[in-house]
C-alpha cells in the first residue's frame, strides 16, 4: 500500500475533503477527521470504535494496532501500510467514513426554552 492509494481511497468516498492537521495530512468528511496519513509516509490511521478496532487488530495484526494512549483506546487505529492490503484497508476506512458522516450525538444538556 502507498501513500498515494491510501490517499486515492479516502478521496473516493463521497464528501470526503483533504486538508491537514498537527502538520500531515487529515482526510474530513461531515466536518470530522477520520483517516490521516503520518509524515513518515510508512503509517496512516484510520479512527473506528474500539470494537471495530479490536477486530481489525485481531484479524490483520501486521496491520492495525492501537494508536498510544487515549487515542487508541477511543478507536484510533494505526494502519502499517507496509502490510495492509486494499481490501482490508478499504473496508476500515470505509467504516471510519460512515461514522463521521453521522449526524452528531444530541447533547444531552438541558437548553433554555425558547421565548
Known sequence: MSVRTFRQMALALEGVVEAAHMGHPDFRAGGRIFATLKGD???GMVKLTPEEQARFVTTFPKAFAPENGAWGRQGCTRVDLGAVDD?????????????????????????????
Do not use: C
Request: glycine share 6%.
Open 41 to 43: 509516509g510508512k503509517a
Open 87 to 115: 481490501e482490508a484497508l478499504g473496508e476500515a476506512m470505509t467504516l471510519a467514513w460512515r461514522a463521521a458522516m453521522q449526524p452528531p450525538a444530541r447533547s444531552r444538556a438541558r437548553r433554555k426554552p425558547s421565548r
